[in-house]
């Protein structure tokens, strides 16, 4: 399995625009969480999806940032309008509910940059 | 209540030495605990996990002290390595949220 797939790995834009973060699961996982790595704050969980339906999004920072999971295969982190401050490693990671090592498997990450 | 504490920031120790991180936490809920190592441009993984039923989960080098009572538990690893530094990070099990511990940077000297 080729594990968690993020892309863009690298995303360079200007404030004011919009960013589209996309992430593709382990296939078979139930469960997809966003994270957000900064030096301050450390890793904050932005939301979590279990069989696609969005079960916690209280990380979410601000009404400019959005989550969505179509499918099973497949989920977008996005920030409408970006700044500054929203420069981030984004990381998504994915699990099996029912597994007994809870274990989350995460992605090489998205290094957002926003100038 | 929720949160995980985690020290030392950063660590710095001799090769074949001992490296040592603490976190303690307050839920008594937790249920599970694990450590992920996270190498630089990569995303974390799982290193060793325990749950709060045994006090010692040993994993090769690798080794996890659990005190209930104290609400503490450890990560150990001996012999370290150079291979083996990278930021460390304790965790918790809260329903389906890991609580995460601020994350440790360890840095093996040769």
């Known amino acids: 399995d080729a594990g968690v797939i993020q892309s863009p790995r690298h995303e360079v834009t200007e404030m004011g625009q919009e960013v589209t973060l996309r992430c593709k699961p382990i296939?078979?996982?139930?469960?997809l969480f966003w994270y957000r790595q900064t030096m301050m704050r450390g890793l904050e969980l932005l939301i979590y999806?279990?069989?696609?339906?969005?079960?916690?999004d209280s990380g979410m920072p601000e009404d400019r940032f959005s989550a969505k999971m179509p499918n099973a295969s497949f989920s977008t982190l996005k920030i409408q309008p970006s700044e500054p401050r929203d420069s981030a490693v984004y990381f998504c990671?994915?699990?099996?509910?029912?597994?007994?090592?809870?274990?989350?498997?995460f992605g090489p990450g998205t290094r957002l940059t926003v100038t | 209540q929720q949160q995980v504490k985690q020290s030392p920031q950063s660590l710095i120790v001799q090769k074949g030495g001992i490296s040592i991180i603490n976190c303690a936490y307050e839920?008594?809920?937790?249920?599970?605990f694990p450590w992920y190592q996270q190498f630089p441009g990569k995303g974390p993984a799982l290193l060793i996990a325990i749950r709060p039923d045994v006090s010692e989960k040993k994993e090769g080098r690798f080794t996890i002290s659990f005190n209930k009572s104290a609400k503490q538990f450890s990560l150990h690893i001996m012999d370290s390595q150079p291979g083996d530094s990278a930021t460390y990070f304790c965790a918790a099990l809260s329903n389906y949220q890991l609580i995460w511990g601020a994350g440790t940077k360890l840095i093996i000297k040769p």
């Open positions: 839920n008594t809920a937790f249920d599970y």
């Open positions: 296939s078979g996982h139930n469960s």
């Open positions: 999806f279990n069989n696609n339906v969005p079960i916690d």
């Open positions: 990671a994915s699990s099996v509910t029912a597994s007994l090592s809870y274990e989350q498997y």
